[in-house]
């Protein structure tokens, strides 16, 4: 029972170390035919610099935007071509976490929109979406809030289950992932669709025993989602029929999905638990399955 305790307790402080100073925190969107994804600068920088990438079928991945400060962290949001920018950092003076947002597009240089303000709530680790530029909406188990500028969150609507995270899509609806469901919602809660008992009970050798559903998007009925626990990409159609369309093996651990029109980008990175950073490896899945890998970092 000790040994079971003990395994428990390593697992959640190795999952709470890569959350905090290397990846997964973060995500991944597309704008237009650009897709921009956080990551760190350099990617074995013991400092944690955190950095956005972008690449385009017309060029290689290239660094977007640069953070300055160590052990930090970038979330992401694009409403068309206007992307919003939370930068989290943390100040070692006081073990707080601050955040700011910017705004900015592919071809203008960031803006800051709102400044510095400490950081209670992990803004944007669970997903987030702007409402307007002075008011956005965030998601933090087990709830989702609307926080707008300068005030505190408040709760933004009412929902019967917990939910893990959220992430703005097509036609102005949410996504809500909870353990093991996933639901498609209006603005204010009301449910369009929904996809029951995602995850299979039957998975060994989870990832830090944590069989669980990292990310999601969807987009014209269909479902896709980056399955931690199985190191496996998953999709759902509209039809309801479920399959895996790219499966991995150890070390690769699946992170962020994104639909690029009809292809789809699938976002894993080699974790090692030997004191090295997490190596990316992004996917492009084109629409008669070919694959095209997009970032790998050896």
Known sequence: MKKTQNIIIIASILFTSLATFAHPTGNMITVGDNVLWSYINPIDDPNHKAC??????????????????????????????????????????????????????????????????????????????MLSDDKMVFGKFP??????KGK??????????????????????????NSNDCYLTQQNGT???QWNKLIDNDVKNAPLNRNQIFDIDYKNGKLLFAYW???????????GKKQTIFQQKEPLTPHWVA????????????????????????????????????????
């Open 52 to 129: 956005i990438m972008i690449w385009n079928k017309e060029s290689k991945p290239k660094i977007f935007i640069q953070s300055e400060y160590t052990a930090s962290d970038f979330m992401l949001y694009n409403n068309l071509d206007e992307i919003y920018i939370i930068e989290r950092r943390h100040l070692q003076t006081t073990q707080d976490f601050e955040v700011r947002v910017l705004k900015t597009t592919i071809n203008t240089e960031p803006k800051v929109i709102w400044n510095w303000f400490k950081d209670e709530w992990r803004i944007g680790e669970s997903g987030f979406f």
């Open 259 to 298: 639909f690029l029109g009809h292809e789809k980008l699938l976002f894993s990175s080699k974790l090692i638990f030997d004191g090295s950073t997490p190596k990316p490896y992004l996917v492009l899945l084109e629409e008669k399955n070919g694959k095209k890998v997009i970032w790998k970092v050896q």
């Open 191 to 193: 449910i369009l669709k």
């Open 229 to 239: 626990g199985k190191r496996s990409f998953e999709l759902i159609d509209e039809s």
């Open 143 to 148: 709830k989702i809030y609307c926080l707008e």
């Open 152 to 177: 505190k969150p408040l709760k933004y609507f009412e929902f019967d289950q917990p939910i893990n995270r959220i992430r703005a899509v097509e036609n102005n609806q949410i996504l809500l992932l």
